[in-house]
């Protein structure tokens, strides 16, 4: 299993629309979780953390389930602004190697919202 | 605004060149890392580095070597560039963590290396 597994899309919707990204991790001593944007030749930015009990903010809703090593991104209410690719990212922590503080990438999933 | 930045932001090469990309950050962060992005793959951490004097291999350091010359400054270095280390590469810096609290990473705006 990859550390860090998302659907690399396309996703295709049309503004308004409601899409959900899903997102698994092979290391359940993982305990630091996040959805970051990143846009065309851009760099990486935080889009939101993601806590056991699920949060919120604004359009956006996050959830995770431990038992299931699953992660989850939903976008209400789809604007054109929201077309950018959205990574899954995990630490790595313990028993991994290396830091248990660095993170695990996803390979993200691309979002293109159409008028 | 705390920022961190990236020289060269576009760089053409040839192969058997050395090149070294700088990295600073105004963010009083600790932690200073190397990463590199494919087209298909992701971010794969190269080097990384928790003060001055701690110095860390990621997981494809090969061809690679670094340096924390202050705490605000990581450079990264391809002692002799292949066209294969074609790819964009992003400095991030973090603040100290506890296992408890696994802080999210800032990024510069990438370097483009092209190596040709």
């Known amino acids: 299993r990859k550390e860090v597994e998302q659907d690399p899309g396309p996703f295709n919707v049309p503004e308004g629309a409601t899409v959900a990204f899903n997102c698994t991790y092979s290391n359940s001593a993982s305990q630091s979780f996040f959805w970051y944007r990143q846009d065309c030749r851009k760099e990486p930015k935080l889009l939101m953390s993601v806590y056991s009990s699920g949060n919120e903010d604004g359009r956006f809703t996050a959830q995770l389930n431990r038992a299931s090593q699953y992660i989850s991104l939903l976008i209400r209410d789809s604007k054109l602004s929201d077309s950018a690719t959205y990574l899954c990212?995990?630490?790595?922590?313990?028993?991994?190697?290396?830091?248990?503080?660095?993170?695990?990438f996803g390979k993200g999933t691309k979002l293109s919202v159409k008028p | 605004d705390a920022d961190v930045t990236q020289t060269p932001r576009n760089r053409i090469t040839k192969t058997g060149k050395r090149i070294m990309l700088e990295c600073s950050q105004t963010?009083?962060?600790?932690?200073m890392y190397w990463y590199r992005q494919d087209p298909g793959l992701g971010l794969r951490l190269i080097y990384y580095?928790?003060?001055?004097?701690?110095?860390n291999k990621g997981e494809i350091s090969d061809g690679y070597s670094v340096s924390r010359q202050a705490q605000a400054k990581f450079s990264l270095s391809l002692e002799s560039a292949i066209p294969n280390q074609t790819a964009l590469y992003f400095c991030?810096?973090?603040?100290?963590?506890?296992?408890?609290?696994?802080?999210?990473?800032?990024f510069g705006p990438g370097t483009r290396l092209t190596v040709l």
């Open positions: 991030a810096t973090s603040v100290r963590v506890d296992w408890k609290n696994i802080n999210e990473q800032f």
């Open positions: 990212v995990v630490n790595k922590g313990r028993g991994n190697g290396g830091s248990q503080g660095n993170l695990i």
């Open positions: 963010k009083g962060h600790d932690r």
């Open positions: 580095s928790f003060d001055v004097k701690d110095i």
